[in-house]
């Protein structure tokens, strides 16, 4: 339908997550309708992304130094842990929590044969005694591999005399009770808090 660049063009942007043909294709025609130098930015943009950002050596989030910022200036008795770097964007936010992260980089998923030794819990450990760990915080997501990694890890740090904490699940705030499922409906009442 379109030239060979344009199609390209439009093939590259549908790989990206939740971008469909329509979408690949208003993205493709804002970069040919506008000047160069902002196309030549944005490809510069990519470029320089791939070129200077790495894995954090303790935490793996995403960064230009071997050592991310939060990991050089975060209290690193506590840690908390999440599946992807994008995760720590979304904690990060709360602006409450002074303490390091840990990025598994996966769940423990046995359908997707995906087991304790294929995401980051080994290196986990190796910081427990490092570091001087009093707490972690499970910051996984609240489903069925999760709530299982969840488990396992925790399993594994009892024994080493670590405060293991999950994050409380229920109801959100501004949402009605009705819409809510059993299993959050659940969760909630079993955490309640006394106010």
Do not use: W
């Given at each position: ?80 842990v999440v599946q ?92 009605d009770i009705e ?17």
């Amino acid at each position: 339908m379109f030239d060979e660049p344009i199609e390209k063009l439009i093939e590259y942007f549908r790989q990206l997550p939740g971008v469909g043909k329509k979408t690949a294709q208003r993205y493709a025609f804002y970069i040919i309708e506008n000047s160069k130098e902002k196309a030549d930015n944005f490809a510069n943009a990519i470029k320089e992304v791939k070129d200077k950002v790495k894995l954090c050596t303790v935490c793996g989030n995403y960064s230009t130094t071997d050592v991310c910022p939060i990991c050089q200036k975060r209290n690193r008795k506590i840690i908390c842990v999440v599946q992807e770097p994008k995760d720590i964007i979304s904690m990060e936010k709360v602006k409450s929590f002074d303490g390091v992260y840990h990025v598994l980089f996966g769940t423990i998923s046995p359908l997707e044969n995906r087991g304790p030794n294929d995401i980051k819990i080994k290196e986990l450990l190796a910081r427990i005694g490092q570091d001087k760990v009093e707490e972690v915080i499970m910051a996984t997501n609240p489903d069925v591999e999760g709530d299982a990694t969840a488990m396992y890890i925790s399993k594994l740090l009892k024994p080493l005399g670590v405060k293991v904490t999950r994050l409380a699940q229920g109801i959100a705030m501004g949402s009605d009770i009705e819409f809510a499922d059993e299993v959050t409906l659940e969760r909630a009442l079993e955490q309640r808090k006394e106010i």
